[in-house]
Structure formats: structure tokens, C-alpha cells
């Protein structure tokens, strides 16, 4: 799955205009490299995502192509440094 859809599906971000614009922007990075939209993502892959705020880092545990908004946390998991 690609990691623009991904961050769309999961709900990190809200619009895939949004994580388009964020990966484009050097903000989105895949275990330690930066990367384009168009990035596929496998299970077990670390996401950190700059934001003006601070830093999200997680860890991808399921790839859908649809989910539940109740359901969308469980892609994934919230690493804490």
C-alpha cells in the first residue's frame, strides 16, 4: 500500500491531499529515509512524521484498504523515544 493512501486510511492525516503534500515536503520518513507518496509500505515498517508541532513515530501492524474509523487505530502502533 502505498504511504500516502495509508496515512488517509488510518486517519494520522485526514485528506491523502494532505500526506501527498507531506511526503513531498521531506516531512514523512520510512525507517529513517524519506520518502514520496508513491512509497510502498510492508508490516513491520517504522513511520515517522514530522509535524510543526513535534514528531509521530509508529510502527505499522496491518495494511487495509478500507477500515471502520473505530477500527483505523489498529494499523498501527504509537512508539514512544
Known amino acids: 500500500m502505498r504511504i ?3 496515512l488517509k486510511v488510518s486517519r494520522v492525516l485526514k485528506r491523502r491531499t494532505v500526506a501527498n503534500e ?19 509500505l510492508k ?6 512524521l514530522h509535524f510543526g ?10 495494511l487495509k484498504e478500507t477500515v471502520k474509523k473505530d477500527q483505523a ?4 502502533e504509537i512508539i514512544t523515544d
Open 4 to 6: 500516502d493512501k495509508f
Open 43 to 48: 508490516i513491520g515498517d517504522i513511520v515517522e
Open 22 to 40: 507531506a511526503c513531498q515536503g521531506g516531512k514523512v520518513f520510512v525507517n529513517g529515509k524519506q520518502v514520496k507518496p508513491s512509497y510502498t
Open 73 to 76: 487505530k489498529d494499523l498501527y
Open 53 to 62: 508541532s513535534g514528531t509521530l513515530k509508529f510502527r505499522i501492524l496491518e
